[in-house]
């Protein structure tokens, strides 16, 4: 059976639903510290100051109290993540490097748009409890082409790694469908970088599988692009 949520509806849910949680939590922002393919921040926060903290995540993999309690946490989680990936595109557009490409060309002019988007998203639902953008360096990855693509395909990855690992922590139902909403399109930018690159569209076969946050955060923080 067939239907067509409301988009009004789903914003006016996630929006009842924040103010709901902001009165019963209280956000730690994060120290300032470095990243690299999305963590935290209060202010620019450095996942290198953040890694250290990820022992006192759940068990179930739920990220560090540090981003905030519950629901909250994943979803600053989520949009560290997300704010990485902006401005990772945001660059590499910035530097015109998909010039001449008309098929990168298209690729990245829709995964900047859409991660734009998947950053307002998240703001939108998390309001003032939202972590701050950090300021990031990717350095020479957005000037050359192969790197870029190379990283692009193992950041959509991780997304989708760490959207999936905390889908079965989200306990308010309006919270899930934004974040399902977001995978969906993290997984597709993965598969476009994918057949770009003549990689497998779906590199774990047909069952994709979740990472904690402690992974995650892991993986980030190697790649140093948070200052």
Same mark, same amino acid.
């Given at each position: 059976?067939?239907?067509k949520l409301d988009q009004v509806d789903v914003d006016g849910a996630v929006r009842e639903a924040s103010d709901r949680v902001a009165g019963d939590t209280r956000l730690a922002f994060l120290r300032k510290g470095?990243?690299?393919?999305?963590?935290?921040?209060?202010?620019?926060?450095?996942?290198?100051?953040?890694?250290?903290g990820?022992?006192?995540?759940?068990?179930?993999?739920?990220?560090?109290?540090?981003?905030g309690a519950g629901d909250i946490g994943i979803l600053n989680y989520a949009l560290t993540l997300e704010y990485l990936e902006s401005a990772f595109y945001d660059a590499a557009s910035r530097h015109h490097l998909a010039?001449?490409?008309?098929?990168?060309?298209?690729?990245?002019?829709?995964?900047?748009?859409?991660?734009?988007?998947?950053?307002?998203k998240l703001k939108a639902a998390l309001g003032s409890q939202a972590v701050k953008r950090p300021t990031f360096d990717f350095g020479k990855v957005v000037t050359d082409k192969h790197t870029f693509t190379e990283t692009a395909f193992e950041l959509e990855n991780t997304g989708v790694h &760490? @959207? +999936?690992?905390? %889908?079965?922590? !989200?306990?308010?139902? &309006? @919270? +899930?469908?934004? %974040?399902?909403? !977001?995978?969906?399109?993290?997984?597709?930018?993965?598969?476009?970088f994918g057949v770009y690159?003549?990689?497998?569209?779906?590199?774990?076969?047909?069952?994709?599988?979740?990472y904690t946050a402690t992974k995650v955060l892991s993986i980030v923080n190697k790649t140093h692009f948070i200052k």
């Amino acid at each position: 059976m067939a239907f067509k949520l409301d988009q009004v509806d789903v914003d006016g849910a996630v929006r009842e639903a924040s103010d709901r949680v902001a009165g019963d939590t209280r956000l730690a922002f994060l120290r300032k510290g470095a990243l690299a393919g999305g963590a935290a921040l209060s202010g620019g926060a450095i996942l290198s100051a953040l890694v250290p903290g990820v022992a006192s995540a759940a068990t179930v993999g739920a990220p560090p109290a540090s981003f905030g309690a519950g629901d909250i946490g994943i979803l600053n989680y989520a949009l560290t993540l997300e704010y990485l990936e902006s401005a990772f595109y945001d660059a590499a557009s910035r530097h015109h490097l998909a010039r001449g490409d008309r098929q990168l060309t298209h690729i990245l002019d829709t995964v900047k748009r859409d991660e734009a988007a998947h950053v307002a998203k998240l703001k939108a639902a998390l309001g003032s409890q939202a972590v701050k953008r950090p300021t990031f360096d990717f350095g020479k990855v957005v000037t050359d082409k192969h790197t870029f693509t190379e990283t692009a395909f193992e950041l959509e990855n991780t997304g989708v790694h &760490a @959207y +999936l690992g905390q %889908a079965g922590n !989200i306990m308010n139902p &309006a @919270y +899930l469908l934004v %974040a399902a909403s !977001i995978v969906t399109i993290e997984a597709r930018h993965s598969g476009a970088f994918g057949v770009y690159l003549g990689k497998p569209i779906a590199p774990n076969g047909p069952f994709d599988t979740g990472y904690t946050a402690t992974k995650v955060l892991s993986i980030v923080n190697k790649t140093h692009f948070i200052k």
